[in-house]
């Protein structure tokens, strides 16, 4: 749960690239701390906890402070969670006090077993934390897009966008930093109308 | 389970408790922490690190620690300790939802440490308490927030967007 500090005008957010392995969930977070318009020190040190092969041992870590928010400084946390199957605690760690998630992935076509349990593991792990997925806000990343064995978007979004409300996703190139902001922004904004929506419900019921 | 909206007096507050626990134990930093790895509150030196990354790295070790006493079925570790040669650092429960970090140079004991916390950590959970009781449910109050430009939280920089 964001951090709001009344004292400091201050909201911090955590924001979570959840997905399977080698999908690019930290190539979206290095894109980001690479070519990120900031204020002077407003973009923080992307940490990457990993093994000696840079797979994502516990997470990857980038603070980082949003532009374009008047009143209140917006501290944007962003994590990646390791992909590969046994790091399935590490991943519950990671997850915790959550606000946004960014699902990140693998369009090949013999990734699509990968995704669809990557997903349905997020669902289980958000379950443990008495978390809802249609509560939190979440965006779909079909990253690796110029590969030539990308399956459809439609074949996709069928397989991991196909509820009753549909969440917003963008097809990706993350190592080349197309679609990363794109979806980086949408999160960030479906998150602040999250927060409004829900301080006007309360001065409502005050 | 979600933090409480703060105020400047809950602040205050901690920034009272965490300057008495410095001064008194001779530690070089201390920070409350969320279990999510956000920075609430912090005193001290922070010249030499970053305290928002410290911040996050802390609450994942403590988080890994809790991982841990599970696997071996121990009810609770209350608290990471790791000695280092020049500064050395503890992490402290403090409630539900926050911990204690504490910098402090390696020739302090941490037996000191831990027991100037000790007085510390029940002051600190009384005030998140407090902040809870003044108004449970009004978690947020966002009035000031602006999204002048909705489209825009993060631009690339100009010569490569």
Redesign the interface.
């Known amino acids: 749960?964001a951090?709001?500090?009344?004292?400091?005008?201050e909201?911090?957010v955590?924001i979570v690239y959840y997905g399977p392995a080698l999908g690019g969930k930290t190539t979206n977070l290095v894109q980001?701390h690479e070519?990120?318009?900031t204020a002077e020190g407003h973009k923080?040190?992307l940490?990457s906890?990993a093994t000696s092969s840079d797979r994502t041992l516990?997470?990857d870590?980038l603070?980082?402070e949003?532009?374009?928010?008047?009143?209140?400084k917006t501290?944007f946390?962003l994590?990646t969670v390791p992909g590969q199957v046994i790091y399935n605690?590490?991943r519950q760690?990671?997850l915790?006090?959550?606000d946004g998630i960014v699902f990140v992935a693998d369009s090949q076509y013999e990734k699509m077993e990968e995704n669809v349990k990557s997903f349905q593991n997020l669902e289980e792990n958000l379950k443990t934390l008495?978390l809802d997925l249609s509560e939190i806000p979440f965006v779909l990343q079909y990253n690796k897009r110029d590969l030539p064995s990308a399956a459809p978007v439609e074949y996709m979004e069928f397989l991991l966008n196909n509820r009753d409300v549909q969440v917003p996703s963008f097809g990706a190139t993350a190592h080349k930093?197309q679609g990363v902001?794109e979806t980086?922004?949408m999160i960030?904004?479906m998150l602040?109308h999250k927060?409004?929506n829900?301080?006007n419900r309360?001065?409502q019921?005050? | 389970m979600a933090l409480p909206q703060l105020i400047a007096e809950d602040i205050r507050e901690f920034d009272r408790v965490l300057g008495d626990l410095v001064s008194r134990s001779e530690a070089s930093a201390a920070l409350i922490i969320d279990k999510a790895g956000f920075l609430i509150a912090q005193t001290g030196d922070f010249s030499e690190f970053d305290s928002t990354t410290l911040a996050a790295l802390a609450a994942g070790t403590y988080a890994a620690t809790q991982g841990m006493a599970s696997v071996i079925s121990e009810p609770n570790f209350t608290c990471v300790y790791q000695q280092g040669e020049n500064l050395s650092l503890l992490v402290r429960n403090v409630d539900l939802e926050t911990l204690m970090v504490v910098v402090f140079k390696a020739h302090v004991s941490v037996g000191a440490v831990k027991y100037f916390s000790n007085t510390c950590v029940p002051q600190l959970a009384l005030q998140f308490q407090a902040a809870s009781q003044r108004n449970p449910n009004g978690k947020l109050d966002l009035a000031m927030m602006n999204m002048e430009d909705s489209s825009g939280f993060f631009r690339k920089v100009a010569d490569e967007s």
């Open positions: 749960m951090i709001i500090n009344q004292a400091t005008k909201l911090q955590k980001v070519h990120v318009q923080g040190k940490v906890l516990f997470f870590f603070p980082i949003a532009m374009a928010i008047k009143g209140f501290k946390q994590y605690t590490t760690l990671v915790r006090g959550v008495d930093c902001f980086l922004n960030t904004r602040l927060f409004i829900e301080s309360v001065k019921l005050v």
